[in-house]
T-cell receptor
């Protein structure tokens, strides 16, 4: 079975631009979470979606937004990119919020110049 | 609020030697504890988890961890490491499910010396 997939693998943007990252969860998983992992740090929670509704939000500015589609795939959008947004963005899925284990994708490496 | 402290940022170990990676947590509610491994240029893979019951938890690749509530610790151990264990290891905590945020530590880089 396919795991969590993310696209693109790598991305280079300049300050002020906008970026969209995509995530496809494991088949049957309806809950998707996004994490930001800055180099040398642990992942930090950004958003969690379940059944297309936002269920949780981390301490990130409004420049960060996300949505979940009817097929449970998800997009993370970041506007007005800053150098500090350079990071590995991880998507994780699980069947529903009551399930203990999250399954992570390989991530999208975003570099902001 | 929950937090996780991984006391060692880097741990070098000789091949076939034992290793312990330390993790301490703080939380005002019941916690669920996890260890994830991240190989170079990859995402996170679950090694093991503690939800309830026996405080000694066994995971994949020969790793185990012991939950110690009085010391608020969840240290990861392996009796004999291999070159393939070279990776970054993250300890994480979560509250009651329904509130699914995982809070991660800063990670421990395990380097195996041949």
């Amino acid at each position: 079975d396919a795991g969590v997939t993310q696209s693109p693998t790598h991305l280079i943007k300049t300050r002020g631009q906008h970026v969209t990252l995509r995530c496809s969860p494991i088949s049957g998983h309806k809950s998707v979470s996004w994490y930001q992992q800055v180099l040398g740090q642990g992942p930090q929670f950004i958003f969690q979606y379940y059944e297309k509704e936002e269920r949780g939000r981390g301490n990130f500015p409004d420049r960060f937004s996300a949505r979940q589609f009817p097929n449970y795939s998800s997009e993370l959008n970041v506007n007005a990119l800053l150098l500090g947004d350079s990071a590995l963005y991880l998507c994780a899925s699980r069947p529903d919020p009551s399930t203990d284990t999250q399954y992570f994708g390989p991530g999208t490496r975003l570099t902001v110049l | 609020a929950q937090s996780v402290t991984q006391l060692d940022s880097q741990v070098p170990v000789f091949e076939e030697a034992p290793v312990e990676l330390r993790c301490n947590y703080s939380s005002s509610v019941s916690v669920y504890l996890f260890w994830y491994v991240q190989y170079p240029n990859q995402g996170l893979q679950l090694l093991l988890k503690y939800l309830s019951g026996s405080t000694l938890v066994k995971g994949i690749n020969g790793f185990e961890a012991e939950f110690n509530k009085s010391q608020t610790s969840f240290h990861l151990r392996k009796p004999s490491v291999h070159i393939s264990d070279t990776a970054e290891y993250f300890c994480a905590v979560s509250g009651d499910f329904g509130n699914e945020k995982l809070t991660f530590g800063t990670g421990t880089r395990l380097t195996i010396i041949p």
